[in-house]
Structure formats: structure tokens, C-alpha cells
């Protein structure tokens, strides 16, 4: 590494939900030449080895987008900035004039900005009045923004991080923390080392790194998880293993369409005794009820999970069995016990979630189809009442079909590579050719190939914004240094754009500051009250959790209990999301999916993410040190599947799905589980999206990644 360091900056990793606090070393010349982790951030100086190499990433100027591209007789040519703004501008205006608003539409990112993503919302939402707006979270978190909003009344965590010092039981069922959030296994590991009474559950059907520290591992058959949910309840409601003054005081039962008793819901887990369940589940029930009992009886029970819940057919029931879990035993409300979904994204919860910028929301908690939060908001943006349309906008997958289908004409795509993260993805690039499409990007991507337009973005420390991570924390990244090339920063581009199609008056919020100090008063308006961040206090704090109504108030670690300045005097613990203050256990039955093994299609197909390459891997793949420890892109499988398809390491295959076929290279572990093989989705040279079924949850939206009914045949 070069050197010397002239000056360390606070920051924070811009990859993961995590949110590491970093310390960005940058010499005379204003070049990054040393990363390190936060000492005094929450990861506690702990990193990963994408954090460590931001340095890389950021002096990859070679593969850097330097200027705007018109897309001219086929060809993407260079062109000014001028040239490449009143284009779009032109393309939306006759879009807007000719078929209306609901014609353009805005697909985001959970890496951008809270900053760009509430400008982005506002212009769309407020300005130009239509509602699709979506963007990357809808595939990596909806199922759990809607659980945890079903069940508390309000989205995100009730607890934190600091309750994995606090845990003694944790539950980790569809994440592979050890991979996908370094720092967080850390720190569960320091937990267990610390205290032998700790113990690990983890649920996967794979035997992830994760799985291999487990003292349960419970490789469940894909797709059937919802059983061992169910049938824990049914344990903890049989062997009288439930709270009850819990449930009594701060419970309230529901079938989905009305309250129900507490009877009903022990009648509707009878069809889910473990010993109905055990076959199907592929858990014996002796192991279902071991479980069940750690997960009651331990003195405080963390659960983690990620897109093994959300990217599922019942992504939402799933969430909202795994908050039940917690709500029945107790377990919540205090120090280490806690439902805890982490997200995938840097900024998927501030960025996308709390500003509303999915289709069916409005910023903080506030949905588009409830009248009273259409007219709030319209009285903060200072729009007419009724500008902003009551039915919810076009949702990722519901996007790119209405792009195939011609009716959206003219989209906006910032700091997002579809091309490649959707699933069942050669279906929808139709539309993206059809499209007259605005990349906004600081790399070429594969979305980048089929762009009219394409702009260079200012990336990580070139600009200044913030970012919330999966705790509720607030983060600020600091400037430090100019944008690359003619790159301009996605709320310049944002702001550019909507002066130019008569918005200036209304976006104006102009500079990261300004936005922020608008969203901020905004928020006071809600229960996400943030008011007290100010600009000046992130720039000294490690970040700040809300609600924080208050200059000088500390921020919450733990929601719906005193500390919470929204719990009021005197309650222990008051679910204020909620009109009669208690959270909701829902009936949830299992479903399931349509993608199910059967003679023809004999083989699970699941696909995740490898700790080295960040999900396309459009800044990962240029850092030679993260692409050479991931290697190319490969099916991954278990030598009984080996054995059974006659294939050996390196040879390459052909998967089929009900979606598609692809070629690719098989490597051999023991590590997965046999009739499930396991691919990444980084490399553009393998395309696994190409057969990753787009089936979705019918609430959430949101795909199901994760299970994949295939057939393997040898090239
Ligand atoms: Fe960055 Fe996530 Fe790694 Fe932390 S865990 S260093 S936020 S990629």
C-alpha cells in the first residue's frame, strides 16, 4: 500500500447493511492509501475484506465512467453534459405530455443517498405525480419491511446490534452472517466465547460457514421453513412454554382478516405438531422441540435472518412467524432478546425503506394507498391535495414487464444493474431494449449496454450523504475529495433533471445539506423522528439511532420501551404503530411455492452471495484481490449429486428450469447439501438470473430467490 496517510476521515463502508464505521486514511494528494476498521464505531474496528480494499475500489479510475454517453445509431457515444440532460428531459416531457405520468418511471437503489433516494421520491411522487418508483430493496427486504410493519404497526427492528453482547440463544435461520455480515458473526462469536452458555441455532439448507459454528444445524428441505416456524409455536404453545403475561398484556391474535382468540390460534397450530411436520421438513421432531425449548426458555433469544426469509414466496408470513416467535416467549422488550432482520444493502432501511421510495410508500412508515398519509405528505411537500395518486405504482418485476409491455417509456435507473439482479432475467430485457432508458452509474454495468442515455456517477467519498443501516443507525459520509472525471453526484442529477422539467421550485433542496435539513423537519412529522441528527452532530457521532427528536437526545437502541420517546409515561412496553398498543401474532399457514422437485426437475437450485464479491459485482470485480478469492462464477454442489449426475470438478454443465437454460462450471464441496446446489450471482459470465425463477410473494412483491426447481445434464 501507498503512503503516508495525511489525514484519517470518519466514515463508513459503503457495501453492506452492516454499516461498518471505517476510518479512510487519504494522503497529500487526496488519494485513499488506507482503510481500517472504526474502533469507536458499533462493528468495533471489525471489517470484512470488502471494507478493507475501498481503497482499491476507489483508485480503479481505468473502469470509471468518466463522461455522459448518447446512445447514437446503435453506439454509445460521448457526450456533454448539456446534450445528455435536455435528452432525458426531452424523453420524459413528451413521455408525460403523450401517455401521462404513469409512463416514466424512477428504479433506484439501496445504495444511493437517503438524500437522492427522498429527492428521487419527492420528484416522482410529488412533482411528476406518478408512483413508480421502485428500486433494488424491492428484491432483497420488502417481505421484511411489510413483517415487521404488520406485526409492530411500524417497519423496522425493535432492537440492535449491542443485543448480540446481551444473547444467549441466537436463532439464525436463511442468513449466512458469516459471509454476508463478517462483523455481526464476530460478534456472535465473542458472545459464545465469552459465555458457554450460549448457544447457536442455525437454519439452512445449505451448511454454510455459518452452519458449520452452529450447535443445531437444521438443514431443512428448501421451501419448507414455514413448518419448523409453526410447529416451534406449536411446542411453545403446547408444553405451556409461552409468556403469558407477555401475551396477555401486549398481544393480540389475527387470521389476516380479524382478530381471533388465543384458542383459535392453538386450534390452528395443531396441523403443525412437529411429528406432522418432521417428514416434509426433512427435522426430526425431537430437534423441532429442542429447539423450541432454547428459543422460550434461554434468558434472552436473538434471532438474525436475511434473504433465506425475505427472497421467498412467503417472505412475508415467514417474517411475520419469526416476530410471533418472539412475542410469545417474551422474548423482546429487552437487552439480547430480539427479532432481527439484517439487511442486505448499505442503505436499503434509511435510504429506501424510511423515505417511502417503493412504490406503495410514502416517507416514514406512510403508505400511498391510505388517504390521510397522501394528504400529510401533500401538506409537508406543499403540493396540491390530490397530486399524489392514490393507487401504488409499478413494483420491480411489475416494472420491467410493463417496459416489455410498452406502457412505461421512459425510465431512470440510478446506481442499480437489473440486467443482471432480476430474476428470470432474459425475460425482461425486451423492455429494457424497448425503453428509453437513463443509467445513472459509476461503472458499465450489464443494465449499462442497454442505456440511451448513460451517466457518470460521483461514487463513495466524491460526494456527501447519508446512509442507515439495519439498526435504525444514521451514518454521515463525508466528501473528501472531487468527483472522477466529469462524474456528478446522482442529487445533482436529480436536481438537474427536475429544473428541467419544471420542478426547480419544488425540489428546493438542492445540496446534501439542504435535503437533509428538509428531511429532517419532515421526519418530526412521525414516529421515525430524526430531527435531533443534525448535520454538524453526525459529523462527530458514530451515528445516531432513531427516533432522535432532540439535539440533545441519544438517539434509541431499543424501541417500545422507556427510552423510546414514543412509549409513554408509565407502560413497560406500548407497541404505538399499533391503535390498541400490542403487537399482532398472526395465523400464517404454509404454502407451498409452485417451484417443488418432482421427477423432472429433480435438484434445488439457491443462490446468495460469497463474503468477496458485492452482490453483480460491479465494483467488487475490480478489485483483483476480491475477484482472485471468489474465482468465476460456478454451480456448487455436493459429491452424492456429483455422483448421481456424473460430473466432476471443472466440468461444465447445462441447468434447466421452468425459466431457462445455462451452461456453467461445477465445483464439488461437502459443504452442501446433497439435492441443493448453490450459485452466486456476481458474474455477468454466469448469468444464473437466467434460470432463477421470478415467482414472488404475493404481498411483498418481492422474488423468491431461493428456491429453484432444476434439471442438470452434462454439456
Ligand atoms: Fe463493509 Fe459490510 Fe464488510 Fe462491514 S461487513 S466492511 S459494511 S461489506
Same mark, same amino acid.
Given at each position: 500500500k501507498e503512503g503516508p496517510v495525511a489525514k484519517w476521515h470518519k466514515s463508513v463502508c459503503r457495501y453492506c447493511g452492516t454499516g461498518c464505521g471505517v476510518m479512510l486514511g487519504l494522503d497529500k494528494n487526496e488519494k485513499l492509501v488506507r482503510v481500517r476498521g472504526d474502533q469507536e464505531a458499533h462493528n468495533k474496528g471489525v471489517i470484512c475484506i470488502k471494507g478493507s480494499l475501498l481503497d482499491e475500489l476507489m483508485e480503479k479510475k481505468e473502469a470509471r465512467l468518466t463522461t455522459p454517453k448518447i446512445r447514437k445509431n446503435g453506439k454509445l457515444v460521448e457526450a456533454s453534459w448539456e446534450e445528455a440532460m435536455s435528452l432525458v428531459a426531452e424523453k420524459f416531457k413528451s413521455s408525460i405530455e403523450e401517455n401521462g405520468p404513469n409512463s416514466v418511471a424512477y428504479y433506484g437503489s439501496g445504495q444511493l443517498y437517503i438524500e437522492e433516494s427522498y429527492t428521487a421520491n419527492k420528484l416522482f411522487k410529488g412533482g411528476i405525480g406518478t408512483n413508480n418508483v421502485d428500486g433494488n430493496p424491492r428484491l432483497c427486504m420488502a417481505s421484511a419491511a411489510v413483517g415487521y410493519t404488520q406485526t409492530f404497526g411500524k417497519d423496522e427492528p425493535a432492537g440492535c446490534f449491542?443485543?448480540?453482547?446481551?444473547?444467549?440463544?441466537?436463532?439464525?435461520?436463511?442468513?449466512?452472517? *458469516? +459471509?454476508?455480515?463478517?462483523?455481526?458473526?464476530?460478534?456472535?462469536?465473542?458472545?459464545?466465547?465469552?459465555?458457554?452458555?450460549?448457544?447457536?441455532?442455525?437454519?439452512?439448507? $445449505?451448511?454454510?460457514?455459518? %452452519?458449520?459454528?452452529?450447535? *443445531?444445524?437444521?438443514?431443512?428441505?428448501?421451501?419448507?421453513?414455514?413448518?419448523?416456524?409453526? @410447529?416451534?409455536?406449536?411446542?411453545?404453545?403446547?408444553?405451556?412454554?409461552?409468556?403469558?403475561?407477555?401475551?396477555?398484556?401486549?398481544?393480540?391474535?389475527?387470521?389476516?382478516? /380479524? !382478530?381471533?382468540?388465543?384458542?383459535?390460534?392453538?386450534?390452528?397450530?395443531?396441523?403443525?405438531?412437529?411429528?406432522?411436520?418432521?417428514?416434509?421438513?426433512?427435522?426430526?421432531?425431537?430437534?423441532? #422441540?429442542?429447539? @423450541?425449548?432454547?428459543?422460550?426458555?434461554?434468558? %434472552?433469544?436473538?434471532?438474525?435472518?436475511? &434473504?433465506?426469509?425475505?427472497?421467498?414466496?412467503?417472505?412475508?408470513?415467514?417474517?411475520?412467524?419469526?416476530?410471533?416467535?418472539?412475542?410469545?416467549?417474551?422474548?423482546?422488550?429487552?437487552?439480547? @432478546?430480539?427479532?432481527?432482520?439484517?439487511?442486505?444493502?448499505?442503505?436499503?432501511?434509511?435510504?429506501? =425503506?424510511?423515505?417511502?421510495?417503493?412504490?406503495?410508500?410514502?416517507?416514514?412508515?406512510?403508505?400511498? @394507498?391510505?388517504?390521510?398519509?397522501?394528504?400529510?405528505? +401533500?401538506?409537508?411537500?406543499?403540493?396540491? /391535495?390530490?397530486?399524489?395518486?392514490?393507487?401504488?405504482?409499478?413494483n420491480a418485476l411489475s416494472l420491467f414487464q410493463a417496459m416489455n409491455d410498452e406502457k412505461v417509456k421512459a425510465t431512470l435507473v440510478m446506481c442499480t444493474n437489473p440486467a443482471q439482479s432480476l430474476p428470470n432475467v432474459a425475460h425482461y430485457l425486451p423492455g429494457m431494449e424497448k425503453t428509453f432508458m437513463c443509467v445513472v452509474d459509476a461503472f458499465e454495468t450489464e443494465t449499462s449496454k442497454y442505456a440511451d442515455v448513460l451517466l457518470p456517477a460521483a461514487l463513495y467519498i466524491e460526494k456527501e450523504g447519508t446512509y442507515g443501516q439495519t439498526e435504525r443507525r444514521y451514518q454521515l459520509i463525508q466528501k473528501l475529495r472531487e468527483p472522477y472525471g466529469d462524474s456528478r453526484s446522482d442529487l445533482d442529477i436529480l436536481v438537474d433533471l427536475a429544473e428541467r422539467l419544471g420542478y426547480g421550485d419544488f425540489i428546493k433542496s438542492k445540496t446534501s445539506k439542504e435535503?437533509?435539513?428538509?428531511? $429532517?423537519?419532515?421526519?418530526?412529522?412521525?414516529? *421515525?423522528?430524526?430531527?435531533?441528527?443534525? #448535520?454538524? $452532530?453526525?459529523?462527530?457521532? #458514530?451515528?445516531?439511532?432513531?427516533?432522535?427528536?432532540?439535539?440533545?437526545?441519544?438517539?434509541?437502541?431499543?424501541?417500545?420501551?422507556?427510552?423510546?420517546?414514543?412509549?409513554?409515561?408509565?407502560?413497560?412496553?406500548?407497541?404505538?404503530?399499533?391503535?390498541?398498543?400490542?403487537?399482532?401474532?398472526?395465523?400464517?399457514?404454509?404454502? =407451498?411455492?409452485?417451484?417443488?422437485?418432482?421427477?423432472?426437475?429433480?435438484?434445488?437450485?439457491?443462490?446468495? #452471495?460469497?463474503?468477496?464479491?458485492?452482490?453483480?459485482?460491479?465494483?467488487?470485480? !475490480?478489485?483483483? !484481490?476480491?475477484?482472485?478469492?471468489?474465482?468465476?462464477? =460456478?454451480?456448487?454442489?455436493?459429491?452424492?449429486?456429483?455422483?448421481?449426475?456424473?460430473?466432476?470438478?471443472?466440468?461444465?454443465?447445462?441447468?434447466?428450469?421452468? =425459466?431457462?437454460? &445455462?451452461?456453467?462450471?461445477?465445483?464439488?464441496?461437502?459443504?452442501?447439501?446433497?439435492?441443493?446446489?448453490?450459485?452466486?450471482?456476481?458474474?455477468?459470465?454466469?448469468?444464473?438470473?437466467?434460470?432463477?425463477?421470478?415467482?414472488?410473494?404475493?404481498?411483498s412483491f418481492q422474488p423468491d430467490y431461493k428456491v429453484t426447481a432444476i434439471n442438470i445434464s452434462k454439456s
Amino acid at each position: 500500500k501507498e503512503g503516508p496517510v495525511a489525514k484519517w476521515h470518519k466514515s463508513v463502508c459503503r457495501y453492506c447493511g452492516t454499516g461498518c464505521g471505517v476510518m479512510l486514511g487519504l494522503d497529500k494528494n487526496e488519494k485513499l492509501v488506507r482503510v481500517r476498521g472504526d474502533q469507536e464505531a458499533h462493528n468495533k474496528g471489525v471489517i470484512c475484506i470488502k471494507g478493507s480494499l475501498l481503497d482499491e475500489l476507489m483508485e480503479k479510475k481505468e473502469a470509471r465512467l468518466t463522461t455522459p454517453k448518447i446512445r447514437k445509431n446503435g453506439k454509445l457515444v460521448e457526450a456533454s453534459w448539456e446534450e445528455a440532460m435536455s435528452l432525458v428531459a426531452e424523453k420524459f416531457k413528451s413521455s408525460i405530455e403523450e401517455n401521462g405520468p404513469n409512463s416514466v418511471a424512477y428504479y433506484g437503489s439501496g445504495q444511493l443517498y437517503i438524500e437522492e433516494s427522498y429527492t428521487a421520491n419527492k420528484l416522482f411522487k410529488g412533482g411528476i405525480g406518478t408512483n413508480n418508483v421502485d428500486g433494488n430493496p424491492r428484491l432483497c427486504m420488502a417481505s421484511a419491511a411489510v413483517g415487521y410493519t404488520q406485526t409492530f404497526g411500524k417497519d423496522e427492528p425493535a432492537g440492535c446490534f449491542d443485543d448480540i453482547d446481551h444473547a444467549e440463544t441466537f436463532f439464525v435461520i436463511g442468513s449466512n452472517a *458469516y +459471509e454476508c455480515h463478517p462483523p455481526v458473526w464476530e460478534r456472535v462469536m465473542r458472545r459464545k466465547a465469552a459465555n458457554p452458555k450460549v448457544k447457536i441455532i442455525v437454519v439452512d439448507p $445449505r451448511r454454510t460457514k455459518t %452452519a458449520q459454528h452452529a450447535d *443445531y444445524y437444521l438443514p431443512v428441505v428448501p421451501g419448507t421453513d414455514m413448518l419448523l416456524l409453526n @410447529a416451534m409455536a406449536h411446542v411453545i404453545i403446547n408444553d405451556r412454554l409461552y409468556s403469558e403475561e407477555y401475551v396477555n398484556k401486549y398481544i393480540s391474535f389475527n387470521d389476516g382478516k /380479524a !382478530e381471533v382468540s388465543f384458542e383459535e390460534y392453538k386450534a390452528f397450530l395443531e396441523d403443525y405438531e412437529p411429528e406432522k411436520v418432521a417428514a416434509e421438513l426433512g427435522i426430526s421432531a425431537q430437534i423441532i #422441540r429442542e429447539v @423450541a425449548y432454547y428459543f422460550a426458555t434461554s434468558k %434472552a433469544t436473538m434471532s438474525l435472518w436475511t &434473504m433465506g426469509l425475505n427472497q421467498r414466496v412467503q417472505g412475508v408470513f415467514l417474517n411475520n412467524n419469526m416476530n410471533s416467535l418472539h412475542l410469545l416467549t417474551g422474548q423482546i422488550n429487552k437487552k439480547g @432478546a430480539t427479532p432481527m432482520s439484517m439487511t442486505g444493502q448499505s442503505n436499503a432501511c434509511g435510504g429506501v =425503506r424510511d423515505t417511502g421510495s417503493l412504490s406503495h410508500l410514502l416517507p416514514n412508515g406512510r403508505l400511498v @394507498a391510505k388517504a390521510e398519509h397522501r394528504a400529510e405528505v +401533500e401538506k409537508l411537500w406543499g403540493i396540491p /391535495a390530490g397530486k399524489i395518486q392514490e393507487k401504488p405504482g409499478y413494483n420491480a418485476l411489475s416494472l420491467f414487464q410493463a417496459m416489455n409491455d410498452e406502457k412505461v417509456k421512459a425510465t431512470l435507473v440510478m446506481c442499480t444493474n437489473p440486467a443482471q439482479s432480476l430474476p428470470n432475467v432474459a425475460h425482461y430485457l425486451p423492455g429494457m431494449e424497448k425503453t428509453f432508458m437513463c443509467v445513472v452509474d459509476a461503472f458499465e454495468t450489464e443494465t449499462s449496454k442497454y442505456a440511451d442515455v448513460l451517466l457518470p456517477a460521483a461514487l463513495y467519498i466524491e460526494k456527501e450523504g447519508t446512509y442507515g443501516q439495519t439498526e435504525r443507525r444514521y451514518q454521515l459520509i463525508q466528501k473528501l475529495r472531487e468527483p472522477y472525471g466529469d462524474s456528478r453526484s446522482d442529487l445533482d442529477i436529480l436536481v438537474d433533471l427536475a429544473e428541467r422539467l419544471g420542478y426547480g421550485d419544488f425540489i428546493k433542496s438542492k445540496t446534501s445539506k439542504e435535503v437533509w435539513d428538509e428531511y $429532517r423537519e419532515f421526519s418530526s412529522h412521525s414516529k *421515525y423522528n430524526f430531527m435531533g441528527m443534525t #448535520r454538524e $452532530r453526525l459529523a462527530k457521532e #458514530r451515528g445516531l439511532q432513531w427516533p432522535c427528536p432532540t439535539e440533545d437526545h441519544p438517539g434509541t437502541a431499543r424501541r417500545y420501551i422507556p427510552g423510546d420517546p414514543f412509549v409513554p409515561e408509565g407502560k413497560e412496553v406500548y407497541f404505538y404503530g399499533k391503535p390498541n398498543g400490542k403487537a399482532t401474532v398472526f395465523m400464517r399457514p404454509y404454502l =407451498r411455492g409452485n417451484e417443488k422437485t418432482d421427477a423432472n426437475m429433480p435438484t434445488y437450485l439457491t443462490t446468495g #452471495r460469497v463474503v468477496s464479491q458485492w452482490h453483480t459485482g460491479t465494483m467488487t470485480r !475490480e478489485v483483483a !484481490e476480491l475477484n482472485s478469492q471468489s474465482g468465476p462464477g =460456478r454451480f456448487v454442489m455436493h459429491p452424492q449429486d456429483a455422483a448421481h449426475y456424473q460430473v466432476k470438478e471443472g466440468d461444465v454443465i447445462i441447468v434447466n428450469s421452468s =425459466r431457462g437454460e &445455462m451452461k456453467g462450471t461445477v465445483s464439488i464441496s461437502e459443504n452442501e447439501t446433497p439435492g441443493v446446489v448453490f450459485a452466486a450471482f456476481y458474474d455477468p459470465e454466469f448469468m444464473i438470473n437466467d434460470v432463477v425463477s421470478d415467482d414472488h410473494d404475493p404481498i411483498s412483491f418481492q422474488p423468491d430467490y431461493k428456491v429453484t426447481a432444476i434439471n442438470i445434464s452434462k454439456s
